[in-house]
C-alpha cells in the first residue's frame, strides 16, 4: 500500500538524482573522453531543479502552503545548513590546508553555501522557502511568476551565457549569488502543479525530458565555440524543462508501490547530497589504482559508500541520523523508543 501523502515514484527519482549529483561533483572523469564526460554531468543538470520541484509540490499539497509544514521546513533546513557547516569545517581545513581553509570559511561565499560549496542548495532552499512563504502570507503571489522568469533569465545570463558577452564569462561569485535565488522559480512551479493537479501523462512528461537534453546538448557545443567549458555548465535553459519532465514522470507514476528504492529515496537522497563529497577523496583513490574508467566506478563508489553509511547510522546511530535529517527534535522521541532519555 502506498503511504499517505507519499509519491513513491519520485522518491525513486530522488535517489536517482542524488546519484547524479555525486557524478558531477565527481568532477571530470578520468578514463572516459571530454566529449562523453561533458554528456555524463549534462545527464545530472536535471537533479537539483528537481529537489525543489519535489519540495514544492509537497509544500503546497492539499491546495494550499500550511504555515506549520512551511516553518517546519524552513527551521529543518536552516539547522541542517549549520549542521552540515561544522562537519564540513575540519573537512575543508584538511583538504586546503589551515590558511587556505579559514580564508574558505570566512569569505564571502561563506555566507551563501556554508563551509563547502555544494551546500549552496540549502541556502537557497531556506531563501526560496522564506519568500514563497512571505508571498503567499502577503497576498503577493501575483509577483512570483514574473519573480521567477527574472531570476531563471539572470541565472542563465550571469552563468553559462555570460560568455557571449564577457571573455572567459562573468565570475564564479556573480553566478553564486544568482545562483542563491534559483528555488524560488522551481519552489513556486513545484507548489503550483499542487495547488492545480491534472492528469499527466508519462508520454508527454517523458517527450519534455528529452527535448530538454537534447537542447542541453545543443547549447553546450553552441556555447563552447565562445569559449564556455562544457563540462562547467551548473544550468541551461534546457534544463528546466528537462527538470520538469523528469517531475512530470514522477507524478505520472502516483500510483507506484513502495520499493527498497523509493524508501532509500526518502530516506537517506538527502544525506547522500550532504554527505557524498567526504567520500570522494577516499573513492577516487581506490578507483584510480589501474580500474577501467576510474571516474564512473569512483562515483559509483561514493554514492554506494555515503548510503551504506546512512543506513548504518539508522540503524546504529539513530540519533545521528536525525541530526543529518534536520530533524533534531527526533531524538528525544528516539530515546522515548529505546525506554531511556539522553539526560539520564
Known amino acids: 500500500m502506498q503511504a499517505q501523502g507519499r509519491n513513491h515514484c519520485l522518491d525513486r527519482l530522488k535517489l536517482l538524482a542524488a546519484l547524479f549529483v555525486v557524478l558531477i561533483h565527481q568532477g571530470p572523469l578520468a578514463g572516459i573522453s571530454d566529449e562523453a564526460g561533458a554528456i555524463v554531468r549534462l545527464s545530472g543538470r536535471w537533479a537539483v531543479p528537481f529537489f525543489f520541484l519535489v519540495s514544492g509540490f509537497y509544500l503546497a499539497r492539499g491546495g494550499t502552503l500550511q504555515k506549520e509544514r512551511v516553518l517546519d521546513s524552513l527551521a529543518r533546513t536552516v539547522w541542517l545548513l549549520a549542521f552540515a557547516s561544522l562537519i564540513f569545517i575540519p573537512f575543508v581545513l584538511y583538504r586546503e590546508g589551515f590558511a587556505g581553509g579559514i580564508n574558505r570559511i570566512l569569505g564571502p561565499l561563506f555566507f551563501l553555501h556554508g563551509a563547502y560549496f555544494h551546500l549552496w542548495f540549502l541556502g537557497s532552499l531556506a531563501l526560496g522557502l522564506t519568500?514563497?512563504?512571505?508571498?503567499?502570507?502577503?497576498?503577493?503571489?501575483?509577483?512570483?511568476?514574473?519573480?521567477?522568469?527574472?531570476?531563471?533569465?539572470?541565472a542563465l545570463a550571469l552563468g553559462s551565457y555570460s560568455p557571449l558577452y564577457v571573455a572567459g564569462g562573468i565570475g564564479d561569485l556573480h553566478f553564486a549569488v544568482a545562483r542563491q535565488f534559483l528555488s524560488i522559480p522551481f519552489l513556486y512551479i513545484g507548489s503550483l502543479v499542487a495547488r492545480h493537479p491534472a492528469q499527466l501523462r508519462l508520454g508527454r512528461a517523458t517527450c519534455l525530458a528529452l527535448f530538454g537534453y537534447a537542447l542541453q546538448l545543443v547549447e553546450a557545443e553552441w556555447l563552447s565555440r565562445y569559449g564556455a567549458d562544457r563540462f562547467e555548465h551548473q544550468l541551461l535553459a534546457g534544463s528546466i524543462?528537462?527538470?520538469?519532465?523528469?517531475?512530470?514522470?514522477?507524478?505520472?507514476?502516483?500510483?507506484?508501490?513502495?520499493?527498497?528504492?523509493?524508501?532509500?529515496?526518502?530516506?537517506?537522497?538527502?544525506?547522500?547530497?550532504?554527505?557524498?563529497?567526504?567520500?570522494?577523496?577516499?573513492?577516487?583513490?581506490?578507483?584510480?589504482?589501474?580500474?577501467?574508467?576510474?571516474?564512473?566506478?569512483?562515483?559509483?563508489?561514493?554514492?554506494?559508500?555515503?548510503?551504506?553509511?546512512?543506513?548504518?547510522?539508522?540503524?546504529?546511530?539513530?540519533?545521528?541520523?536525525a541530526l543529518l535529517d534536520g530533524r533534531p527534535d527526533d531524538i528525544r522521541r528516539i530515546w522515548v523508543r529505546k525506554g531511556s532519555s539522553p539526560t539520564t
Not at 258 to 277: D, K, N, Q, T
Open 131 to 154: 519568500i514563497l512563504f512571505a508571498c503567499d502570507r502577503l497576498a503577493l503571489n501575483a509577483l512570483l511568476p514574473v519573480a521567477s522568469v527574472a531570476v531563471l533569465l539572470g
Open 241 to 321: 524543462p528537462f527538470a520538469l519532465g523528469l517531475f512530470g514522470i514522477g507524478l505520472a507514476g502516483a500510483k507506484a508501490g513502495e520499493s527498497i528504492f523509493s524508501r532509500w529515496g526518502s530516506r537517506h537522497a538527502l544525506g547522500i547530497y550532504v554527505l557524498h563529497p567526504l567520500w570522494i577523496p577516499f573513492c577516487s583513490g581506490v578507483a584510480g589504482r589501474n580500474l577501467p574508467m576510474p571516474g564512473l566506478i569512483a562515483a559509483l563508489l561514493v554514492f554506494a559508500a555515503t548510503l551504506i553509511s546512512l543506513i548504518l547510522l539508522q540503524h546504529v546511530f539513530p540519533s545521528l541520523k
